[in-house]
């Protein structure tokens, strides 16, 4: 298929995790509650528990961090998960994922939004406690957000009896320490318990046995600010968004040798050509696509083939891709594919946290392997050691950290491997 590079188009966005951005001070909770800001927590109050978890259900949401898995679900499996006991809500802040910085978009200018958002969450699935875990380095989103939570509990959105309402909750952050694993779910909640960020074994889910042993809920930033104009809109004016099995909006973030790199939030269903030349401008310097890194390091090499595909959950899978968290590194016909598998790869072998030999030793491996593929002469063979390696892995490694490496290997070689084989000779 042959694309014809307009720079001039621009995309229509709809918004709704960034509904606020550029319009109100995020230092100001009078701002965001006179643009509407929590009146769905008002609303949600005079809702039944369960009917929240329905409209969540019907909305079609799924969980933005990366995984996809149907927010509906998750928080019904959570309500049901004991009865009368202490329950834990958890907001993933911690967005390591490279190439990925929409959380920080939304907490540094809308941080009552995501309050509100865990408030409608916790109330839904029973819950008095919550805690945003979020990435050290965000200095700006950690001050907003305490500034918020102040102000939020000063108002009385916060704490005992919320809006006259028999509902409390307290919220509070809590900082991680720059460790990317500690994204995962299970190792955060090590990371939250004070203990060393290792991953524990899976099941039990954290809906089941999170926190401290008690039934936990854990949403990533962006799927918790669709909480409130789900309630406020219901969930039909949802699932009219998006494709038939990704609903929504979704932030895409845009980097690498593109005209115009940045976010913007738009309807499931839009093409990456869509992405990367009308709303990214086209790639710098006139020079040509070669391909995207998407999803992050987790994620998967693509090229020209692909710059029709459907960001979507399942239409991205269908093509052997990855919507991820919406992370798009874009490089164009003088970057090499080889260096960017390897700074891939060494971020794996840096970010692994070594507790199981597959991905400890592995990880190293794989690198010491992707050397010889650069200095050595039977390219063919190195290459497929790679991938058996990264495969190997996949299969053996304790945690999804270890399961990784083989997404952007594999599809590297899928579309690069002639360029990958004749590196350096
Ligand atoms: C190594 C690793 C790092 C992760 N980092 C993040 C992260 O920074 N933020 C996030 O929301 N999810 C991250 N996840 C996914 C979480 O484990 C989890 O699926 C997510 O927080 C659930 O929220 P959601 O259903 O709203 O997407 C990571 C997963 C893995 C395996
Ligand atoms: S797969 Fe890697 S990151 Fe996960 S437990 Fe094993 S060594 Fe640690």
């Given at each position: 298929?042959?694309?014809?590079?307009?720079?001039?188009?621009?995309?229509?966005?709809?918004?709704?995790?960034?509904k606020?951005?550029?319009?109100?001070?995020?230092?100001?909770?009078?701002?965001?509650?006179?643009?509407?800001?929590?009146?769905?927590?008002?609303?949600a109050?005079?809702?039944?528990?369960?009917?929240?978890?329905?409209?969540?259900?019907?909305?079609?949401l799924?969980g933005?961090?990366?995984?996809g898995?149907?927010?509906?679900?998750?928080n019904?499996?959570?309500?049901?998960?004991?009865d009368?006991?202490?329950?834990?809500?958890?907001c993933n802040?911690?967005?390591?994922e490279?190439?990925?910085?929409k959380?920080?978009?939304?907490?540094?200018?809308?941080?009552?939004?995501?309050?509100?958002?865990?408030?409608?969450?916790?109330?839904?699935v029973?819950?008095s406690?919550?805690y945003?875990?979020?990435?050290g380095?965000?200095?700006?989103?950690?001050?907003?957000?305490q500034k918020?939570?102040?102000?939020?509990?000063?108002?009385?959105?916060?704490g005992?009896?919320?809006?006259?309402s028999?509902?409390?909750?307290d919220?509070?952050l809590?900082?991680g320490a720059?460790?990317?694993l500690?994204?995962?779910?299970?190792?955060?909640?090590?990371?939250?318990?004070?203990?060393r960020?290792?991953?524990?074994?899976?099941?039990?889910?954290?809906a089941?046995k999170g926190?401290?042993g008690?039934?936990?809920?854990?949403n990533?930033v962006?799927t918790?600010s669709?909480?409130?104009?789900?309630?406020?809109?219901?969930?039909?004016?949802y699932?009219?968004m998006?494709?038939e099995?990704?609903k929504?909006?979704?932030?895409f973030?845009l980097?690498?040798?593109?005209n115009?790199p940045?976010?913007?939030?738009?309807?499931?269903?839009?093409?990456?050509?869509s992405?990367?030349?009308?709303?990214?401008g086209?790639?710098?310097?006139g020079?040509?696509?070669?391909?995207?890194?998407?999803?992050?390091?987790?994620?998967?090499?693509?090229d020209?083939?692909m710059?029709?595909?459907?960001?979507?959950?399942?239409?991205?899978k269908e093509?052997?891709?990855?919507?991820g968290s919406?992370?798009?590194?874009?490089?164009?016909?003088?970057?090499?594919?080889?260096d960017?598998?390897f700074?891939?790869l060494?971020?794996?072998?840096?970010?692994?946290?070594g507790?199981?030999?597959?991905c400890?030793i592995?990880?190293?491996q794989?690198?010491m392997?992707m050397e010889?593929?650069k200095?050595?002469h039977?390219?063919?063979?190195?290459?497929a050691?790679?991938?058996?390696?990264?495969?190997?892995?996949?299969k053996?490694?304790?945690?999804?950290?270890?399961?990784?490496?083989?997404l952007?290997?594999r599809?590297?070689?899928?579309y690069?491997?002639?360029?990958?084989?004749k590196?350096?000779?």
């Amino acid at each position: 298929m042959i694309y014809v590079t307009n720079p001039k188009t621009v995309i229509t966005e709809t918004r709704i995790a960034l509904k606020n951005l550029g319009k109100i001070n995020p230092e100001s909770i009078d701002d965001y509650i006179f643009n509407g800001g929590y009146q769905a927590i008002a609303m949600a109050l005079e809702m039944q528990p369960n009917a929240i978890i329905d409209e969540i259900e019907k909305s079609g949401l799924r969980g933005r961090g990366g995984a996809g898995f149907p927010t509906g679900s998750k928080n019904r499996f959570t309500s049901l998960s004991c009865d009368d006991c202490e329950r834990f809500v958890i907001c993933n802040a911690d967005e390591g994922e490279p190439g990925t910085f929409k959380d920080r978009i939304i907490m540094e200018n809308d941080p009552h939004l995501l309050i509100e958002g865990m408030l409608i969450s916790a109330y839904a699935v029973g819950a008095s406690i919550g805690y945003i875990y979020i990435r050290g380095e965000y200095d700006l989103s950690i001050s907003l957000l305490q500034k918020a939570i102040h102000s939020a509990y000063s108002r009385g959105f916060l704490g005992k009896k919320i809006m006259k309402s028999n509902f409390s909750f307290d919220l509070e952050l809590k900082i991680g320490a720059g460790s990317y694993l500690c994204g995962e779910e299970l190792t955060l909640l090590e990371s939250i318990e004070g203990k060393r960020g290792y991953p524990r074994i899976k099941p039990p889910f954290p809906a089941e046995k999170g926190l401290f042993g008690k039934p936990t809920l854990i949403n990533n930033v962006e799927t918790l600010s669709h909480f409130p104009a789900i309630i406020t809109n219901g969930s039909e004016w949802y699932s009219n968004m998006g494709t038939e099995k990704t609903k929504g909006t979704k932030i895409f973030t845009l980097s690498g040798n593109v005209n115009n790199p940045g976010f913007c939030e738009v309807e499931l269903g839009i093409s990456l050509y869509s992405l990367i030349y009308d709303f990214g401008g086209g790639i710098k310097d006139g020079k040509s696509f070669k391909g995207a890194l998407l999803g992050g390091a987790a994620g998967t090499f693509v090229d020209s083939s692909m710059l029709d595909a459907i960001m979507g959950y399942d239409k991205l899978k269908e093509r052997g891709a990855t919507l991820g968290s919406g992370a798009i590194i874009v490089f164009d016909e003088d970057q090499s594919v080889y260096d960017l598998l390897f700074s891939v790869l060494r971020f794996f072998q840096h970010e692994s946290c070594g507790k199981c030999i597959p991905c400890r030793i592995g990880t190293t491996q794989i690198l010491m392997l992707m050397e010889k593929l650069k200095n050595e002469h039977n390219k063919k063979d190195i290459l497929a050691e790679i991938l058996y390696e990264s495969e190997m892995m996949a299969k053996t490694s304790l945690c999804p950290l270890g399961q990784s490496p083989v997404l952007p290997i594999r599809s590297a070689i899928m579309y690069f491997e002639n360029e990958l084989i004749k590196n350096n000779q």
